[in-house]
């Protein structure tokens, strides 16, 4: 008997927590469908992982934000470096901003509300509100109220302070050796956490079942076409940002190349972003496509790819803006212009450290909802989706990876032309057939 229960959970566990999470959504709505209100019952389950959520969120900003910030020395990025990291931020709040202009024209979860859910801030903060509290008055405090802006905030200025000590002290002297020990506390710390986001995530199969069996129990049929609208509203956006700020903008525009070349040149790591969901696992692909098919310089994309997989984060940062639209729906509100831009801040400041970070666009959304004062729940609804939702975040995200390379490689001469999808005399049959 033990042998077949160990045996069936080796099995269970051999399937990506991410499918089994999709399955839960699956199952849990047509539970609810079926057994109508009485599914509400399960609720508390759904409560717990919404907690445990909630739990997880001042740690993982605190200990990623540092180890992202460790990255950011001046000598490290230089002029090359510095170009990189400035067209990824802009890119990425660009893509926010688009996320946000197509939710409120889709307008997803509509028609929907969530049980006993309700905004957690009676009135939204004005703009000027919204700039002035980026910066906390206790950082602690800020902390400890679980105020995410302010913390993340802080936990960038403090690392970037870090890794400008490490740079400028020697070796052996305490001010360069502690401040090395923070970052080694927030390495061990990171994994900690990371450890800690896999067992929330394990038990989000049960959290996940239990909130979908609830939400279809209490609104029925009608909760289909929301989650419907969510997936349609992240592919329209990811088409666009792609198609306006990639091609047309920057290949187009900045770089005076055909956005049709870059399609070919991009399309194996594209493909395959969107094959694995992983842009760490995409990235020998991404390598091979920017120098066999771009022609960019090592120099160049030996140092904008590894980076990018870490803090470029254009379609997931798209889907905050979008979830936080779904989010405000569900609980019949309208995003202000002050609450929009906090947003943009919130999802903006925590790309720069939860790329590595399993589940990272769930996590992602966890910060913003939870400076917005939006139901937590909404993260393990839509957690079912998700596996549809990362493969677009996923692609768009290496798309921009590549869009950033090549123009920085324009930009300072870094582009050998000859024999690349940029060249009149490729041979456009030997495009994304590049050898190792």
Do not use: C
Not at 30 to 52: C, E, H, I, N, Y
Not at 104 to 121: H, R, T
Not at 161 to 166: D, N, Q, S, Y
């Amino acid at each position: 008997m033990t042998t077949a229960v160990t045996s069936a959970w080796r099995t269970y566990r051999s399937v990506p927590i991410i499918y089994r999470i999709a399955a839960a959504f699956v199952l849990g709505s047509a539970l609810g469908l079926v057994v109508g209100r009485p599914a509400t019952a399960l609720q508390p389950l759904g409560d717990l992982f919404v907690r445990l959520l909630g739990m997880i969120i001042v740690p993982i900003v605190v200990f990623t934000l540092l180890l992202g910030a460790r990255k950011l020395t001046p000598s490290t990025l230089g002029r090359i470096g510095g170009q990189v990291v400035a067209l990824y931020l802009i890119t990425t709040a660009v893509a926010i901003v688009i996320g946000l202009g197509v939710a409120n024209l889709v307008d997803p979860g509509i028609g929907l509300e969530i049980a006993d859910a309700e905004a957690q801030s009676a009135e939204a903060p004005s703009l000027v509100e919204v700039v002035l509290g980026i910066v906390p008055e206790n950082p602690i405090g800020a902390m400890a109220a679980g105020d995410v802006l302010p913390t993340i905030f802080f936990t960038v200025v403090f690392g970037i302070a870090l890794a400008t000590l490490v740079e400028e002290s020697e070796a052996g002297t305490a001010v360069h050796d502690g401040a090395e020990a923070i970052f080694d506390v927030a390495e061990a710390g990171a994994e900690a956490m990371f450890k800690v986001v896999w067992g929330v995530m394990e038990y989000g199969v049960v959290g996940v079942f239990a909130l979908m069996a609830a939400t279809f129990g209490e609104a029925g049929a009608e909760a289909i076409l929301p989650f419907a609208k969510l997936v349609a509203a992240l592919a329209l956006a990811v088409g666009v940002h792609i198609g306006l700020t990639y091609l047309l903008v920057m290949q187009r525009g900045l770089m005076g190349e055909s956005p049709t070349a870059f399609l070919a040149g991009a399309k194996d790591a594209m493909i395959t972003a969107l094959s694995i969901r992983s842009s760490s696992g995409t990235l020998p692909v991404t390598m091979s496509d920017a120098e066999g098919n771009f022609g960019v310089d090592e120099e160049v994309y030996g140092f904008s790819l590894p980076l990018g997989a870490t803090i470029n984060m254009d379609g997931t940062a798209m889907y905050q803006g979008v979830a936080a639209v779904f989010a405000a729906n569900l609980v019949g509100e309208t995003l202000t212009l002050g609450q929009q831009f906090t947003v943009v801040l919130t999802a903006l400041l925590a790309s720069v450290g939860t790329a590595g970070v399993p589940g990272s666009g769930l996590i992602m959304l966890t910060l913003v909802l939870t400076q917005l004062g939006l139901p937590l729940e909404v993260v393990g609804m839509v957690a079912g989706v998700d596996p549809i939702l990362d493969r677009l975040r996923t692609m768009n995200n290496v798309a921009g990876d590549l869009a950033v390379t090549t123009l920085v490689a324009k930009w300072n001469g870094a582009i050998d032309y000859a024999g690349t999808v940029w060249s009149e005399s490729a041979d456009v049959s030997t495009v994304g057939t590049v050898d190792d």
